[in-house]
């Protein structure tokens, strides 16, 4: 019997479940745009699982049972799929420009939220710590649902990634798991503001609700926020993580690159916003906002997102970036050289965002958040 992504329990069925579709229809235009390797797509990781297994969370034991209860509750299981909400879409009908955005966000959403779930089933499947293997098992299990119930969008759109190839064949990339902290809790995090700020965008203006995809979008990001909450805990056991002159450094790498990354892919969907009714400039800066004040639980700085160099900047990384696109494709010697003066460009822009000044924090006490958004 087939099993809904929504209702599996762990991982392992998910995929199994999502495979089953899979095997049924597949797309291959959209696994090749999942398995494409750029800077700005995302990507699959791999880490030194022993490292991560041999964390002891006793130090917030309190904080880590309470939030292991609640994904234990699974307040979420079965609301991944399709409804009497999910209104009927007419894809053939819809502005062809917004057709592709919506799709290249969909599948890179897709791909996204099976490669945390790709990460965080390996973690499970390797480890022997109770505490950090239980913790994994869940938020595979939520990913799981996430991607499937985003390829369920896809379908009726006649397009599917095939998870299970991209698993296979997709590239991965070796973090040192203190990276994946950094990397994994603000992309949890930024998950969440993200889909709030659409998600309270549209509840407020629902003739611009262009899919019903958007109206999952709260339970969605809670789960995200709690992945956050744990990767905030794990964090909070090893205080050098934060506190160390040089892992300062890293994390103020990691915020810059991950804000301007979504800065220049979000602005490469101009027709998604404009159909969203969203500024991108005015979307993107409220997500940072949202997203500076939330890591303020655990991270010892901010980033200065009003500084008069900010905007200008990230306007220049994305012009360099789009500019560099463009050449590539122009392909020949004038492309090269192009591409090559862009990268160039675009370098300097994300060197000029780093040295602007970081805005210093004290993390409180308690390290602990729940949705305010
Ligand atoms: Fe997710
Ligand atoms: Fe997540």
Known sequence: MNVHTADVLTAEEGLAAIQAQADKFDSDDATDLALQNTLLTPRFYTTDFDELDAIDVSSVREDWDKLLGQMRSDPNKGHFKKNEDWDAIDWEGMDPALKLEFLDFLVSSCTAEFSGCVLYKEMKRRGTNKDICELFAFMSRDE????????????????SVNLGFLTKKKKYTYFRPKFIYYATYLSEKIGYARYITIFRHLEANPEHRFHPIFKWFKEWCNDEFSHGEAFALLMRT????????????WIKFFLTAVYSTMWVRDHA?????????????????????????????????ELDIDHPRWKPTLRRLEKAMSDGEKAAKTGGPAGMIGKAWANLRGAAAFVSLLTIPSKPNTPPENVRLEPAY
């Open 144 to 159: 799981a649902r996430h991607a499937g119930f985003i390829n369920d969008a896809l379908r009726e759109a006649g397009v």
């Open 238 to 249: 090893d205080p050098k993580l934060t506190e160390s002159w040089n892992n300062r450094l």
């Open 269 to 301: 969907r101009p027709a998604f916003h404009e159909a969203l009714g969203v500024d991108v400039e005015w979307y993107d800066q409220e997500v940072f906002k949202k997203t500076s004040t939330i890591s303020r639980q655990v991270f010892p700085l």
